[in-house]
């Protein structure tokens, strides 16, 4: 009876052993193939997924080269928005920063190291050019200049102080009216015409609205200034 007990015992447990051993491969098996395939599904999510496009300085369409300065401007809009003038990923002036008014919009920056020198804006509706003439005469050279118009920043312009800014690189500035859009950057000792400027003329059958134009965009490289 008890050889009979023993081999029985010997038995149940070789079964529960056998058991256990084809039910713990059965289950590693089983997970060895979901995890298979959670990293393949992962793997081909990944792949799926649509890259973040890159974002350059600015918010400008392509990154500058070296030795340039990304920048990006607006003029205003209508009477109601103001302009904004950003250099190298800092907003120099907006109407977020409470910095812009009615007129010329103008940031000076060094042109070696663009660090910002000074940003002022000039009535030119109902204010007076001579304080603007003065400014424009001050500017250093080597100095970059950005303008930007908001309402109206040509019923005060003279014949001076146009040409000042055309000495700056401009070349709408002579044609620049009432209520036109202008966006212009320049610099001081530049010898040649700038190719960063941007001009839409006030025309009541084109105006985007009510006694105004749509508002002018310009992005683009300011080469650095060398030594």
């Known amino acids: 009876m008890r050889v009979a007990g ?12 056998l058991t256990f051993y084809v039910i713990s491969q059965v289950f590693e098996i089983k997970m060895d193939a979901s995890l ?29 080269p070296e030795k340039h300065f990304a920048f990006k401007m607006a003029s205003g809009a209508a009477n109601v928005v103001g302009p904004k003038i950003c250099l190298e990923d800092n907003v120099l002036m907006s109407g977020v ?18 660090e910002l020198l000074d940003t002022r804006y000039f009535d030119m509706w109902g204010g007076n050019v001579a304080p603007f003439i003065e400014f424009l005469k001050s500017i250093q050279d080597g100095t970059i200049v950005l303008m930007g118009t908001y309402d109206d920043g040509a019923t005060k312009l003279n014949d001076e102080a146009r040409r000042l800014i ?17 966006v212009f950057c320049g610099g001081k000792g530049i010898k040649t015409k700038s190719p ?17 134009p749509e508002v002018v965009e310009m992005e683009g490289c300011i080469p650095q200034k060398q030594d």
């Open 6 to 17: 023993a081999a029985k015992l010997v038995v149940a447990v070789a079964v529960f052993l």
């Open 36 to 64: 298979g395939n959670l990293f393949a599904r992962s793997a081909l999510d990944t792949a799926a997924r649509p890259t973040k496009p890159p974002r350059y300085k600015c918010g400008i369409s392509k990154a500058c």
């Open 97 to 114: 920063k409470n910095n812009v008014g009615r007129g010329i919009n103008v940031a000076l920056v060094n042109g070696k190291t663009g």
């Open 166 to 182: 055309a000495e700056l690189g401009s070349t709408s500035i002579i044609n620049l009216g009432f209520r036109d859009n202008w």
């Open 196 to 212: 960063f400027e941007q001009h839409i003329k006030n025309n009541k059958d084109t105006n985007k609205y009510e006694g105004w």
